[in-house]
């Protein structure tokens, strides 16, 4: 037993590289820890009843998920990524790296998608009625506008363990392939989008990620994500008024 166990070992586990390992392995308990715990159903389970109701109460769910979001998907991994790989944090893209080229791309991209996003609203209607996530942060700009910000701290939580701590952490042993093997659970995880939206999540998966490589940085690609979802919720909100 003792010697079955040794070779097992040693065919199995010879040439694992440490950052990756913890990488992939920690990758898949936070993935599956989101997956459980940050659910807003969750929220209404637990957690509803300690908040009572009010013009806004419709809202909590989408904060709750915002926040746990980043404590699943940005604060724990940037803390394995500290101690648990013994690298620097800017060397999982928690940096600007590379400014000229960055927001260049950024404004580039956000313009180009403006049209796109108002296109998309106009011929394919489920957009309109998946956005904004929570309908009821329409009914003020205060509101709406809080909603933008802690949805712009989900979309930056995101790009980090796509675009910082698997990109990044899978580099040295995978190379540019690392690219695509983050963007594997990144478009599982648009499963409940619009169809559009789930097939393009691939494509914009690959094109994060080859920036955050170009940039060492996943800045660019948090603003990016953040400008069109911003867009999608305005557009889908102010469209169908200005059209009906």
Avoid at 166 to 188: C, D, H, W
Wanted: charged share 15%.
């Amino acid at each position: 037993m003792i010697f079955h166990i040794q070779t097992l070992k040693e065919k199995y586990l010879r040439g694992w590289e440490r950052q990756a390992t913890v990488i992939l392995l920690a990758s898949a308990l936070l993935l599956t820890l989101h997956r459980f715990y940050t659910r807003r159903s969750f929220f209404r389970r637990h957690f509803a009843e300690y908040f009572g109701t009010g013009p806004l109460a419709e809202s909590y769910p989408y904060y709750y998920w915002f926040l746990t979001t980043a404590i699943t998907l940005l604060l724990i991994p940037m803390l394995v990524a500290k101690f648990g790989t013994k690298e620097k944090l800017s060397d999982y893209g928690i940096q600007l790296g590379n400014q000229k080229l960055g927001w260049s791309v950024t404004g580039i991209a956000w313009i180009l998608m403006i049209p796109v996003v108002i296109l998309a609203v106009i011929v394919y209607p489920p957009f309109a009625a998946k956005y904004p996530l929570c309908k009821v942060v329409a009914s003020s700009w205060q509101a709406f506008l809080l909603y933008q910000l802690a949805y712009g701290i989900y979309m930056l939580s995101w790009e980090f363990f796509f675009r910082g701590f698997m990109l990044f952490g899978l580099e040295r042993k995978f190379g540019n392939y690392s690219i695509l093997i983050q963007t594997i659970p990144f478009a599982v995880l648009h499963y409940t989008k619009p169809l559009p939206e789930a097939l393009g999540s691939i494509i914009a998966g690959i094109l994060l990620g080859v920036l955050a490589f170009e940039t060492r940085s996943f800045i660019y690609g948090a603003a990016i994500h953040w400008l069109v979802a911003m867009t999608m919720d305005i557009v889908a909100v102010t469209l169908p008024r200005f059209l009906g």
